[in-house]
């Protein structure tokens, strides 16, 4: 049997990298072959099983390299996120929905269909009203960022369905804790607020202490890209869109949790609450995620446990 | 005030011919001028309002020409539709996928947003389970034609949030009674039956006497669309992508209604289900449409009334 391609885009990213170190430590993984793309590479890999690839996923000649004739694994990360898209529709477009489709559409086969995790967003629900949300949730979304991943999610179960692909959706919560998060993101503050504390810096939240959000930790999120990559094409359904397990937490409990990691921190904590972050990061709703439950995805467990892991890589 | 522009993709088709026809003779669009684009026109028009364009969609120029610098209301009923998109993905994803969202990106103007109405269709539910359907029922498309339309209706969401169209895309149940139905179409004897129960010819039905089926006749359909043009921006919501309203009619009690209609005809009707074309046309669930019947759109009333204005056009 040939050598399984493995193909990572966006593999310089927070998750890209963790994953891709992920899976080339995995002994199931082992005989693979990986190409890791993405705009540029942090570190040269030393890796013999591993092809690095700078370029751009929306340039064709690029796109065919990375799939090198054929991949039998997919990790789709690379996109145009959140605020980014929101300022540039015309590269969202061209990144999110033109180069993604092609791609898709370039690892059709319907003999061996590929297994193809896509990074998803709950920023396909748009807007919370407060109403809890599962797997039946209609998605509304109005950010350009929601609106394409949703529209990839569609295209990935219909390509599913067709046999052309074996794909999933996996919608990601908040994840932590990006240590250099951009300022200028809008949820940076959810993230600088673990290494701040760790740290012992001041810290004002934009958020009101019993503001709710959900939250995994990056190890979480990388267990259920690699979950996914496992679980066998029978026992998944026709639902391949759908939202990970994730812990819905208050900000003050995590302020407090915090302070049990971190017994010794002078850190202190104010809170300046933004009403459009609020709405944006601190409004979200009771989650259930059955569908992803019933195929074994998990979150971090408790809180004490999603703060030491988010702080761990 | 400038003349109002008004484009009409598909313009020669079965709604499409029928919907301008309608616009050109109703008084609100009197001082409008039109521009009606398709592949080809049937007739050349002799109103000087129109100019008639043949072309493709997915060819830029054409697109450009057909748009002429602005359009303040368009009806988008170009596509490529069911079977057609099912056999070639390709087309299917350049027409309605690359060339839609191209138009509708064409149409931005945060100022005056144009009014845009996008034929969409029942087929994003996918396969019907048997439960009721309404406005927040998740569809899960998984032929081609489905999955693309539901891709677009996010996006006219999504673009009409931003204030970049006004846009609304109705999901067009069963349209009766096509009479030129192309046989291949897998829906066709939907139509043929009217014509032929009319005409007194014997007729085979490929699904059970207690089938139920979505339906308006094509009058109605186009009294929607001229709805939508109409309505007031300011009494559509954030919700712009929902269902016609439609009789849910059981095909027993459409012959039924044929017979009342045509109490001379001499037309057998005998059934010969088909399990594929039964769960495609006649298992479709009950249906509620409150956000099309708050915006004041309806169907037929009754189903005698649906097979008199059906044979109308």
Known sequence: MAQRHILVTGANGFIGSRLATQLMESPDFADCRFTLLDLAHATPSTDPRVRQLAGDLSDPA????????????????????????????????RVNIDATLTLLERLRDAENPPRVVFASTIAVFGPCGGAPIDDDTLPLPTMTYGAQKRMIEIAVEQFSARGWIDGLALRLPGIVARKDADARLKSAFL????????????????????????????????EAFVHAARLPGGTIGARRAFTLPAQRVRIDGLVAALARRFPTSHSQVTYQPDAALEQLFARQPQLTTALADALGFCHDGDIDRLVARALQA
Chains 1, 2 share one sequence.
């Open 62 to 93: 690029t796109l065919d390299s990375a799939i090198g004739g054929r991949a039998d694994l997919v990790f789709h990360l690379a996109g145009i996120l959140g605020g980014a898209a929101e300022q540039d529709y015309a590269l969202a477009r």
């Open 191 to 222: 993230n600088t607020m673990f290494h701040a504390y760790e740290a012992g810096r001041d810290i004002v939240l934009p958020v009101s202490p019993d503001g709710t959000t959900w939250l995994i930790s990056v190890p979480a999120c990388v």
